[in-house]
Structure formats: structure tokens, C-alpha cells
């Protein structure tokens, strides 16, 4: 088979490595030049994906483009017009992460209840509204390419602290900068995803239940990064996604969409509070859910595309990943002389299994050497699978503690609190339940 795969950031380098070793052609778009050198020497790269189509359209049924981002949903719908088979999403995904007014107002259409938001384009107008209101908000910047390190959980309940921010990243503020983000109602609880695969007309089944921990330090410290470790499972999903995903079948069927789509969300007792849309492959979840599939990619976007079975064959049990990276991530400022070309290598206990579990990221080969490489430092994802989240999580940083990186930085408490008790409030609270046959 043929893959032509399209993104700002080789977002997807481990599962297009995992498609050429089972054979088949692949390569790869990168627009962003700060990123041309992650897999380098792993990787086949076009610097014109439009003049690869032909190579594809020659593949017929064989041929195959991925879209890794949640910015090119029309070109993705073009192309499906024009007759190319397109896995990623569509425009009317794109506006449901992009715009997260937009996305709240489609999940209240849902019958869903939503925190309320309130979307600004003026620092003064948005710092005036937080000294009248006095409450608890979450700041959170619109586009699905914003800078998540700026994001914020106040934690004043006046709001004051982020009055404070406000005021600062007005100082900061460089003509022409476009100012856009909203204020969310801050909703106390248990954060949990939602995500399946959608075929173009329907779910496939089963649905994805993930636990994300995006701050930089345990116990919910430090900055928010895109992701530091995920904990997933495909099974007690049902519920959640019957009460979240299902009810966007239609609207999701109308715009042609195909691909993954996860919602994060806040549960606790009065209900689930819907957060945010990914419409696309997260990031790395995409490869930590790969753990728990019974076939490869290849397999999984043959059944997307011909429409022919609504069921992915799918491990019981969990998977658990976790980000290791080095100075300076989550920035950029930095890297090229703290960390950019550092060697990589692995203990001798290191096996075949545990090369296949460890996901790259932002690397690239250099002779026989693996070394850094990208803009800041998210150097590979560990991943573990078993049948508890404890037996997945020691699977994980046993591989972790292989690697041999200088500097080699990762949270030890992914999938703590779970264990700790929130799976069991989530079972508590009739959220999850694994007796139901998935």
C-alpha cells in the first residue's frame, strides 16, 4: 500500500515507521522547516504534497492520505470530492477544536450540560469582565495550533490571578498578534476522554476512555504541556460515549468526516461537563491506544475506509504511556544548546518488545545513532499494556528506565490518582462500566 502523509510537525513519525515495516511505501509532508529534521534518516520526504497525489491515485484502492492536524479539514473534504481516500477529519472538525465557543454551542445543541464560556478578543474587555464576575475561570487560547503552555486553570475563586495574567500577556502583545480565547466556568472533577473512530458514516465501536495528564509536574504542578502521559482502555466506555460522541453521528456523517475524534470532558456527580474537541489523532494517544489493538494501522484504515464492519478488535485491560524528553521542553527557547543532538541509547536488557513499545517523537538517525532533534526536546513515548492499570503502568517504566538520554526527564505518577481511587468514583457515579460486553 501507498501512504502520503500530511502535517505541520511529523506528528505521526511512529506510525508511519510501523507502516514501512510492515511493508509498505510511505512518505511524508512536514510544512513547518523547524521540523524537517525530526526522522530524518527514517523517514522518505516530499517537499510538494500535491505533486505526490498522482502517486497516490495510481494506488487506486491502495493508496491512502493521512491528515495529522485539525487545520486542513476543506482540503481534506476536496480531496475526498475529487476522489482520494482521506483519513484525519474535515472543515466541520476543525471548527469543533478550533473554536471552542463553537464546539460548547454544538455539545449544548447535544443536550449536554456546558460550562459556560465566554470567548474575547480584548485583553481590557476580558479583565474588566473577571472584576465584575469575581469567579473561578479557565483561560484557554482558540486555534488548534495555539501555544498550550499559555493555557491556565485559575485557582483563585475571584479570578483575580488570571486578571493578572491577562494583564500580562497584554504587555507581551506584538502588533499584529491576533488576541483570541475564551473564559470557562471552572468545573471541579474527575477529567476523562471520550474518543472512537468514525468511517464517514458511523462509529466504530468500541469507544476509547483515556486519562490525560498535561501538567509538566505531578500533582497537577507546573504548566500545561500538550500531553505528559496518558492512561487508556477500550473497555466500560459504552455509557460515556453514548451520552457524548453518538449524538454528533449525524452532523460528523454530513461533513464526511473520517477519522479519529475525541472529547475531554469533566465528570463528577451532577454530570459530564464537556471540555474541548480533538479532531484528529492525539497526540501521542494515538500510540498508546495502538497498544491495544489486535491489528496494525494498516488493517484499522482499510476498515474505516470500505465501511464494511463497525467493530475494532481490541485487548482488554489498559495501556499506559509516558512522555521522556529534555531541556528545555515544553519550550523551544534553548534547545539547540541544551539538548538538540543529544546520543540515545538503551541498557542491555533492551529487547525487540521494547523497541516496538517505545514511540519516537522528536529525533532523528544519524549513521547508527539515534540522537534529539525537533524544537523541544519531546524525545519518544513509553508505552505498557496489561490486564490492570498497575501491571501497565510498571510495563511502561520498566521501558522508560531502559533508555539512556542525558538529562532524561518524565512524570512517575501517570495513572496514580486512578488507582488511587477516580476509577472508582467514575464506577461510583455509573460513568464507567466494565461488565458491559465491548
Not at 513519525?13 to 510511505?26: N, P, Q
Not at 467493530?311 to 531541556?327: D, E, K, R, W
Request: negative net charge; aromatic residues 12%; charged residues 20%.
Amino acid at each position: 500500500m501507498k501512504f502520503l502523509g500530511i502535517g505541520e510537525y511529523c506528528d505521526l513519525g511512529a506510525m508511519y515507521i510501523r507502516l514501512i515495516e510492515a511493508g509498505h511505501e510511505v512518505k511524508v509532508y512536514v510544512e513547518n522547516a523547524d521540523y524537517h529534521d525530526v526522522y530524518a534518516g527514517m523517514l522518505t520526504f516530499t517537499s510538494d504534497w500535491q505533486s505526490e497525489l498522482e502517486w497516490i491515485r495510481q494506488a487506486g484502492s491502495n493508496g491512502i492520505i493521512i491528515f495529522e492536524s485539525a487545520t486542513k479539514g476543506s482540503i481534506q473534504d476536496t480531496l475526498r470530492r475529487d476522489g482520494y481516500q482521506v483519513i484525519g477529519g474535515s472543515a466541520f472538525g476543525d471548527l469543533l477544536e478550533s473554536n471552542r465557543k463553537y464546539g460548547q454551542q454544538i455539545l449544548q445543541e447535544m443536550g449536554m450540560p456546558i460550562a459556560k464560556t465566554h470567548q474575547f478578543s480584548d485583553y481590557d474587555v476580558a479583565i474588566d469582565f473577571l472584576h465584575k464576575t469575581k469567579k473561578r475561570y479557565v483561560y484557554k487560547s482558540n486555534g488548534a495550533d495555539f501555544e498550550r503552555t499559555r493555557n491556565y486553570v485559575g485557582m483563585t475563586e475571584d479570578g483575580s490571578d488570571i486578571a493578572a495574567l491577562l494583564k500580562h500577556y497584554k504587555e507581551q502583545k506584538t502588533e499584529p498578534a491576533t488576541v483570541d480565547f475564551v473564559l470557562m466556568d471552572y468545573i471541579n472533577g474527575i477529567e476523562i476522554g471520550v474518543g472512537a473512530y468514525f468511517n464517514g458514516e458511523e462509529f466504530l465501536r468500541p469507544a476509547c476512555l483515556d486519562w490525560e495528564h498535561k501538567h509538566f509536574f505531578p500533582g497537577n504542578l507546573g504548566e500545561l504541556t500538550g500531553e505528559m502521559g496518558t492512561v487508556v482502555t477500550y473497555r466500560g466506555s459504552e455509557i460515556i460515549f453514548q451520552r457524548t460522541l453518538l449524538h454528533l453521528e449525524s452532523q460528523l456523517k454530513e461533513s464526511g468526516y473520517c477519522g479519529y475524534i475525541n472529547l475531554n470532558m469533566i465528570a463528577n456527580a451532577e454530570g459530564l461537563w464537556p471540555l474541548e474537541f480533538t479532531s484528529r489523532f492525539g497526540y501521542p494517544g494515538y500510540a498508546i491506544c495502538s497498544a491495544l489493538h489486535q491489528y496494525p494501522w494498516e488493517t484499522l484504515f482499510i476498515q474505516l475506509l470500505d465501511k464494511k464492519s463497525l467493530s475494532i478488535a481490541t485487548h482488554a485491560g489498559f495501556a499506559t504511556g509516558v512522555v521522556l524528553n529534555v531541556p528545555p521542553f515544553p519550550y523551544s527557547q534553548g534547545y539547540e544548546m541544551l539538548s538538540k543532538g543529544l546520543p540515545i541509547l538503551f541498557q542491555q536488557s533492551f529487547t525487540q518488545r521494547d523497541q516496538h513499545n517505545l514511540h519516537w517523537n522528536e529525533v532523528a538517525k544519524q549513521g547508527d545513532c539515534l540522537v534529539t532533534s525537533g524544537v523541544t526536546g519531546n524525545a519518544a513515548t513509553a508505552v505498557g499494556y496489561g490486564e490492570t492499570i498497575e501491571a501497565a503502568r510498571q510495563q511502561t517504566y520498566d521501558l522508560a528506565a531502559k533508555v539512556i538520554l542525558p538529562n532524561i526527564r518524565y512524570r512517575l505518577d501517570i495513572g496514580a490518582n486512578l488507582i488511587a481511587g477516580d476509577l472508582q468514583q467514575l464506577l461510583d457515579w455509573g460513568y464507567v462500566d466494565f461488565s458491559v460486553e465491548q
